[in-house]
């Protein structure tokens, strides 16, 4: 394998195919439709005073998968009559399209008492029908904005992914050593289109047929400073609900996927091969599961009346029949883990991922071409970690885990700061107690004779003193019991539970003064809760346990894991040590390019959505500053209300007790994705603009109280965009930064001493693309700092990729589950991981430029790509996997645990 190169699978509009320019006959959604529309459609809101958004992602699922000819839907359409509505290869025949178009209007307000306003609506719009044109179309349309960005046309977000994967979906996949090729269809969510392999491949297991897909999703992306913008192509695994009948909470909803062939299709020339999704949940009403949404399935009935479509009923009662197919109707119900176990595994190794890759490359030929592969961008490539693999060697083991012991003790001490680590554990089964307990023992390095027993513990090993309490759990690990009178708000009958059960943990637990105390407590899975909606003890215990100073952690009864005592309480007391600002920072190799005295500042909104575990919803900027060196307390966390630096597990205390959120609180968003979970990310909060001037002053204001030294500002752009919008791509300059409607500034005005460095992730849109290692013999992962080829000194862009975890290493890279493969006859079986590709942006720091502009002459110029290893060598950790994102960062997010937004009425003393 070439650990030299990896290669993402993102493409680029190819400059010698030149523009692709597609002619469309196009209709537009009239401002007389959308004006009357929404007359109607408020008319039977219970609040009309409240704006109304039409429903119109159902009416264009409905069209994409039932009108001839339909390509693509335009975003925005329904609220601009500018923006072209339909993309079709030819006009859709009215005598489709406005059947199916009514079927819809008649769907908006089925109730009789709007009969009237219903017939008066419909004849004005059959009266005032548009007329299809012609457009032509670039479909690499794009500018370049003044930091060197790219900015495609705005409907090419929504537009080109649905036309390259019907594209795509034109061509068969072949697998070598499978005999039948793998057929896409098509299914459209929000700004991205899937090719989901249909029919579904069936493995054996157990007596038992289970069964799953590929999934192929397309994005339109950018990069910053790229001047093009790119094609994510993510490949994957769906799984389909197979138990009879399918286990669906109350409170959850499953996406279904259709395939329905339509007697008026038949004559269609090449129609986009597709899957209609549709969204089932429990219907109180009907004391049964129904479909919700206006469903498409809802509405083709009424269509088309030569064939039987399920009640969503009798697909959950029976989903493998529905799956092998009943008539001319195929549908899957899409597996979430909340349904159970699965005998197939999810995630694709990368010699598989190669394989579709190519496939792709050749579909997309000539029109794009794949981004370059990237090579080393850094010589380090991790921090001083203690020496891995001396099994073989006792004793290089036993040095290897005192010096882990000692930086652990160490760590806690600066942390603590000469108070005890006070520590209660309630526990349910004794075998859980006593390996939580030893594991401690183990992790501190406590001789056996200084550990004591019983139910009151106390240790002492030098300056480290361990206070250890132990007690069962009891009833307050008890669901929570819900009573919800009527014409009540679910958000008020849960806070109501929230409150008695912070008042019975206050009763159970003596008052922590002047310290910071840890619980750590054994409790059942999520999955014992599922009966009763939000009856989950885990938030109600944890806000209940900061009211008397505690911290918390939770870890499962053996009857709900598979998982070892040891592992799991190795697990717990480290995450607990690093709630109390225990934490280990690993020394750099980076060099002299950075500053001795350097720190770290991290910022992470924190986000509860209305349907969130308390049922409220808010947010809060989370602000830490990291300060390697320092003896006490070396994590922080700004508290804005007292205008200081606090010590973490004060800040983590202050976030529970604090039901006042900084920026208000937030209603969860209405702007449900085309598809539900099947296709799309989850809902997105609004934010307003109040709440943004609020973020980007807080930020302003640690960014000042930070400049004291030399700070590397680290920030993830998928969190944190929406409250501070300049951070988007297309407003991102070098070595700038810039807030609400002011002028961009240089990043010298916040710190003279100042760099920036913007995390992006997935962030469930694949906004960076997947990857892999090729190479001659086998294909791989590779662990690294990577950059674009030739890539100038002043590159800004790296990616930074880690290791695989351990539970993974035993899975064989080559491993091929479609087909499934004859060579793999268990493949389907195994989970593939693959490690997270992290875009890191240097967007500001001390460049040739910025020196200049600032008339500073008393300091050499920075190299990009020093912090950005610095960021990457901040993945890695001697005690944990390698994180996801920097340490600081990771912390910042971790903290959002205890945001737990409840009403404002303070619980009962």
């Known amino acids: ?26 209709i537009s959604f009239t401002e007389q439709w959308r004006t009357e529309l929404t007359e109607l459609y408020q008319a039977g809101r219970p609040n009309r005073d409240v704006p109304a958004h039409l429903p119109v992602r159902q009416l264009n699922a409905l069209l994409r998968a039932a009108a001839p000819g339909v390509v693509a839907t335009g975003r925005g359409a329904a609220s601009d009559a500018s923006v072209p509505w339909v993309y079709a ?31 008066r609506v419909l004849t004005s719009m059959h009266d005032a029908m548009p007329e299809w044109t012609v457009e032509s179309v670039d479909l690499t349309a794009s500018l370049v904005t003044g930091g060197g960005t790219a900015r495609p046309s705005p409907r090419l977000y929504a537009l080109l992914p649905e036309v390259v994967a019907a594209h795509l979906a034109a061509r068969p996949f072949h697998s070598d050593g499978v005999a039948q090729d793998v057929d896409f269809r098509v299914v459209v969510g929000n700004q991205l289109a899937e090719l989901v392999s249909w029919p579904p491949f069936e493995y054996m297991r157990a007596g038992r047929s289970w069964f799953y897909s590929a999934v192929v999703t397309i994005t339109l992306r ?45 004559d269609a020339a090449a129609p986009t091969p597709r899957l209609i999704a549709n969204t089932m949940a429990f219907s109180p009403r009907l004391g049964q599961v129904d479909w919700q949404g206006r469903a498409p399935v809802d509405l083709l009935p009424e269509l088309d009346i030569v064939q039987a479509y399920p009640r969503a009923a009798d697909l959950r009662e029976a989903p493998v029949n529905w799956i092998r197919g009943q008539g001319r109707i195929t549908a899957g119900i899409i597996h979430s883990t909340a349904m159970g176990t699965h005998a197939v595994g999810a995630g694709l190794m990368p010699a598989e991922r190669a394989r579709l890759d190519a496939w792709v490359e050749e579909g997309l030929r000539p029109m794009f071409r794949p981004v370059p592969a990237l090579a080393r961008g850094f010589t380090g490539n991790k921090p001083a970690l203690l020496p891995r693999g001396q099994a073989g060697n006792a004793l290089k083991e036993i040095a290897r885990r005192q010096q882990e012991t000692r930086a652990r003790r160490e760590a806690l001490l600066a942390s603590l700061d000469g108070q005890p680590l006070d520590v209660d554990i309630a526990w349910q089964y004794p075998e859980t107690r006593d390996g939580l307990v030893n594991t401690l023992r183990d992790l501190l390095g406590f001789p056996a004779d200084v550990v ?111 998982v070892g005592i040891n592992t799991r309480a190795k697990s717990a007391w480290l995450d607990g040590f690093r709630q109390v600002g225990a934490v280990i920072i690993p020394r750099h190799r980076v060099g002299d390019a ?72 937030i209603e969860a968003s209405a702007d449900r994705l085309d598809g539900g979970a099947a296709v799309g990310t989850r809902p997105t909060p609004s934010v307003t603009a109040v709440e943004r001037e609020e973020i980007e002053r807080l930020v302003r204001s640690v960014l000042y109280q930070a400049r004291d030294r030399p700070t590397l500002l680290l920030a993830n752009a998928g969190n944190l965009r929406r409250s ?31 760099r920036f460095v913007l995390t992006r992730d997935g962030n469930g849109r694949e906004e960076v693309p997947q990857w892999y290692a090729p190479g001659d013999d086998r294909v791989g992962f590779a662990a690294g700092l990577w950059a674009a080829p030739g890539a100038d000194t002043d590159n800004r862009v790296f990616v930074s990729t880690a290791d695989s975890s351990s539970s993974a290493k035993a899975i064989k890279r080559g491993l091929l589950k479609l087909g499934p493969h004859p060579d793999w006859p268990t493949g389907p079986a195994k989970t593939a991981w693959n490690p997270r590709y992290l875009e890191l942006t240097v967007v500001g720091c001390l460049s040739e430029k910025a020196l200049a502009d600032a008339g500073r002459d008393d300091v050499g110029p920075d190299q990009p790509a020093a912090w950005a290893a610095l960021a990457h060598q901040l993945r890695f950790h001697d005690d944990y996997e390698p994180l996801s994102r920097p340490l600081p960062l990771h912390l910042a997010k971790l903290a959002e645990e205890y945001v737990l937004p409840t009403e404002s009425t303070a619980p009962a003393e």
């Open 1 to 26: 394998m070439n650990g030299y190169l990896i290669r993402p699978t993102a493409y680029e509009p190819d400059p010698a195919a030149g523009p692709w320019v597609e002619d469309y006959q196009v």
């Open 452 to 562: 004591t027993e019983g139910p009151d513990q106390r240790w002492q090993l030098g300056e480290l003193r361990v206070h250890i309490r132990t007690a069962e759990l009891g009833a307050i690990g008890s669901a929570l019991e819900i009573s919800r009178r009527e014409k009540q708000a679910r958000a008020t009958a849960l806070g109501e539970a929230i409150r008695a059960r912070r008042t019975a943990v206050a009763t159970r637990f003596d008052q922590l003064t002047g310290r910071v105390g840890l619980a750590i407590v054994e409790l059942a899975g999520e999955g014992r809760f599922n009966g009763e909606p939000d009856s989950d003890p885990k938030f109600a215990l944890r806000l209940g346990l900061a009211d008397t100073g505690r911290l918390s952690q939770f870890i499962q009864i053996p009857d709900d894991t598979e």
């Open 222 to 266: 950018t990069v910053p400073f790229a001047p093009s913008f790119r094609l994510h192509v993510s490949t994957g695994i769906r799984r389909w609900a197979t138990g009879a009948p399918v286990f669906l909470p109350q409170g959850r909803q499953a996406t279904v996927l259709f395939k329905a062939e339509l007697p008026w299709m038949q």
């Open 724 to 754: 501070w919008p300049w951070i988007g791509n297309e407003t991102l300059v070098r070595d700038m930064l810039g807030f609400g409607g002011s002028d961009v500034q240089r990043l010298a005005v916040y710190g003279p001493d100042l």
């Open 594 to 665: 950075v500053p001795g005295d350097l720190q770290y500042l991290a910022i992470w909104v924190a986000r509860r959505r209305a349907d969130g575990p308390t049922r409220r919803a808010g947010n809060r900027l989370i602000a830490l500053r990291v300060r390697p060196g320092d003896a006490a307390h070396p994590v922080r966390g700004w508290h804005d209300t007292r205008k200081e630096w606090v010590p973490y597990p004060v800040l983590l205390l202050d976030l529970a007790r604090d039901a006042d959120m900084v920026a208000g609180a």
């Open 89 to 119: 290869r030819e006009g859709t025949p009215m005598a489709v399209f406005t059947p199916l178009f009514t079927s819809w209007v008649m769907a908006l307000r089925p109730e009789p008492e709007h009969d009237e306003a219903m017939l």
